[in-house]
């Protein structure tokens, strides 16, 4: 991989730069302070709206300063270019290249957050539309400029082209980008006759006259219109990779997103496995001040990416290292809910990034803001640089990681899950536009609570894009409502060979353009579940009323209800009133379970005992033990495996008291001995196959596991 070579053991550090903070009489001191401590990698923003302070004037000397100093400390550099800086003489000259809301609104420069300059718009997109042929040019040349001025800096690594990658859902609809969605709906439908009739427009006369939707809905230009948006940014992504390869072929090119593919991938096109693709190394942002800190939560962060990344390496690009304030996420939450941060935090979030895979770490901030509304987030260290009890258990960690001793476990990555959650990117994209752009968020409750559900039983249940279905054996299906017929194809091929699919209510319920289908189940997957619908229910608002029966346990259902009548299925659940709420069938080499509601959905919102009961249920129909059996549901255990074939466990605890736990490694293991201890300091015994041991709290375990000769 290109300049993976030149990475750290596992690259530790921080954003340290965001002009103008922290001031420059600090900086050497920082460097030395970073380097005594172990950290050994920066990424600093380098905004075009700082450096290019006049057409075709650059300002380099902080960021000279910035290379210098690391290389100095032996510390890394991923330049993270910023050309959604815009400069402010560029924002007023090129004003016609700005992007335009759906209301008409151009956007306008405004003071950035996240570092206190001007020059940023809304969203992670900038202010000027890389649409426009001058704008794309002219942040061409600075990208290229800046290239050629570091790409063989000895403390160079490589270049983060896409900060967060989402954009605004408001964007763009300026004349620029409209042109682009012509030739991409020419390209996909070839005629404007063809276009009329998808569209059920049936009059556009010339393509000047088909516009961008400013008003979003169920229809088929809506589906186009995120579709060719994400497209569109991603077009963007694409070209700035390409442009910094053309002058740099031997450092990385990375990204980071927001682990945002199962609630915001089709209104802000935060598509993991797309930007994924696009770079030779991915990354994250995970902070529990904006999203909780339930520890499903980073879990799941972390399995998304790692499934995006389908193999590269990973990077948690931006973790939390201190506390935020004032902010509208935090309001109203508890103090131990991400709203500070405490030694431990770092601690148990580190293991957490690290058991899940992934293998590099960065703060967001190395120290804070001084001024603008995140005054004092995210830093280990304090306002000053000085050194915090926080930023030692950093240093601690960032030494223990880059340990000659440590190189075998992390090499390793973690074992594939025991179930996978299907993900159809077009299935969120219906249901953000059916349900009201997303406010009832009806595909993100039902993704997550089937994830809660297996987390819950100690399953590491895997994220799988339709795409990578053939990696898997076993598939959830939490809200299957929509799906193409190309994918409902490749669904159906997949069980006939051999798949268990287990799906909630309504599957292909809309299909191609979200046309409903007017045999329920649509595209074919009658055949595949055994069933024809009997009754079918749309009733958000009072679905929590419904609730069905499996083997003797009485399961709520949520969001819509669906009953059906058996063709060539067995019946195994009931709704209360006794029509069919569950049936299974086999299908050629597989099978499968159709349950008309959405439990998951009901678990997100309930975590009823009788849900979880569910899940358990679901995993022994499928055949399913957990990797490893543990007597305390407290605790996240996960394993991972080296090059070598060698096994490693780990075992987290998020609480704050000290759990004690006795574990035991599925049959599928083998017979095996724990034996050398990575990390934690605490007593631990084994008898037979059975771990016994206490974890402090907020604390982790980690040790090799040795397979032994039974004989």
Avoid at 146 to 174: F, I, T
Avoid at 291 to 309: C, F, I
Avoid at 389 to 397: Q, W, Y
Avoid at 565 to 580: F, K, L, M, N, P
């Amino acid at each position: 991989m290109t300049g993976i070579s030149k990475l750290p053991q596992l690259p530790y550090g921080a954003v340290y730069f965001r002009k103008s903070n922290p001031p420059r009489e600090d900086w050497e001191r920082d460097y030395a302070v970073a380097q005594e401590d172990g950290m050994n990698i920066n990424r600093h923003w380098f905004m075009w709206g700082a450096i290019e302070v006049e057409k075709g004037v650059y300002d380099w000397e902080d960021y000279d300063r910035h290379m210098d100093l690391a290389a100095q400390h032996g510390i890394k550099t991923i330049i993270a270019e910023m050309i959604i800086s815009v400069p402010e003489w560029a924002a007023y000259e090129y004003k016609h290249a700005a992007y335009v809301k759906a209301d008409g609104t151009p956007l306008r420069t405004q003071m950035g957050v996240s570092s206190s300059s001007g020059g940023f718009g809304e969203g992670s997109q900038g202010v000027l539309s890389l649409d426009c042929p001058e704008v794309r040019e002219l942040a061409g040349k600075f990208l290229t400029a800046l290239a050629l001025r570091y790409k063989d800096h000895p403390a160079m690594a490589g270049y983060d082209v896409w900060n967060e990658c989402n954009y605004s859902p408001q964007v763009c609809h300026s004349s620029y980008t409209k042109a682009k969605f012509h030739l991409w709906l020419q390209n996909k439908y070839g005629s404007l006759q063809v276009l009329n009739k998808a569209w059920h427009r049936y009059s556009y006369s010339a393509w000047e006259q088909v516009g961008t939707p400013r008003q979003l809905g169920p229809y088929p230009e809506c589906i186009d219109w995120l579709h060719f948006t994400k497209h569109n940014f991603y077009e963007h992504m694409q070209w700035r990779v390409d442009l910094i390869r053309s002058v740099d072929d031997k450092n990385l090119i990375t990204a980071h997103g927001i682990a945002g593919s199962i609630n915001v991938m089709a209104s802000m096109g935060a598509d993991d496995w797309l930007a994924a693709s696009k770079v030779d190394l991915y990354g994250f942002t995970w902070v529990a001040s904006r999203k909780g800190n339930e520890p499903w939560k980073q879990w799941h962060a972390v399995d998304l990416t790692r499934a995006a990344s389908r193999g590269k390496t990973f990077w948690h690009a931006e973790t939390q290292g201190g506390p935020l304030w004032l902010q509208p996420q935090v309001i109203g939450r508890a103090k131990d809910d991400g709203r500070v941060t405490e030694p431990e935090d770092i601690r148990i979030w580190q293991m957490i990034t690290l058991a899940g895979g992934a293998r590099g770490v960065l703060f967001p901030r190395w120290r804070p803001l001084l001024d603008g509304p995140l005054f004092g987030a995210f830093g280990p260290y304090a306002m000053d640089g000085s050194r915090t009890p926080r930023s030692d258990m950093a240093s601690t960690i960032a030494k223990w990681a880059n340990a000659r001793e440590q190189r075998e476990l992390l090499e390793s990555t973690p074992v594939q899950g025991e179930i996978g959650i299907l993900v159809v990117p077009d299935t969120q994209v219906f249901d953000y536009l059916l349900n009201r752009e997303g406010k009832n968020a009806f595909y993100e409750q039902a993704m997550w609570g089937a994830y809660q559900g297996f987390f819950d039983l100690g399953i590491q249940a895997d994220w799988v894009h339709i795409e990578d279905i053939a990696n898997y054996r076993v598939l959830y299906w939490p809200y299957p409502v929509m799906i193409g017929s190309h994918e409902a194809e490749a669904l159906q091929q997949w069980v006939a060979d051999g798949g268990t699919l287990i799906s909630e209510g309504c599957p292909a319920y809309f299909g191609d353009r979200g046309k409903v289908g007017t045999l329920q189940p649509n595209h074919g997957l009658d055949q595949v579940f055994g069933v024809v619908e009997d009754n079918v229910e749309f009733m958000p608002d009072i679905s929590d009323a419904v609730s069905f029966e499996l083997g003797g346990v009485q399961v709520r259902g949520s969001i819509y209800n669906q009953s059906y009548r058996s063709a060539g299925g067995q019946v195994i659940g009931q709704y209360s009133d006794g029509s069919v709420a569950v049936v299974e069938h086999v299908y050629r080499k597989g099978k499968t379970m159709l349950v008309g509601t959405f439990p998951s959905a009901a678990y997100y919102h309930t975590h009823d005992e009788g849900n979880l009961q569910y899940f358990s249920k679901v995993l022994d129909w499928a055949g399913i033990q957990p990797h490893v059996t543990r007597s305390n549901a407290k605790l996240q255990v996960r394993l991972s495996r080296g090059t070598d074939g060698s096994l490693y466990i780990w075992v987290v605890n998020p609480h704050r008291e000290a759990q004690n736990v006795e574990l035991e490694l599925s049959e599928a293991w083998g017979a095996w001995n724990a034996e050398h201890v990575y990390w934690g300091d605490t007593e631990w015994s084994q008898q037979g196959m059975g771990l016994q041991l206490t974890i402090p709290g907020r604390d982790a375990w980690v040790a090799r596991v040795t397979a032994v000769d039974k004989a």
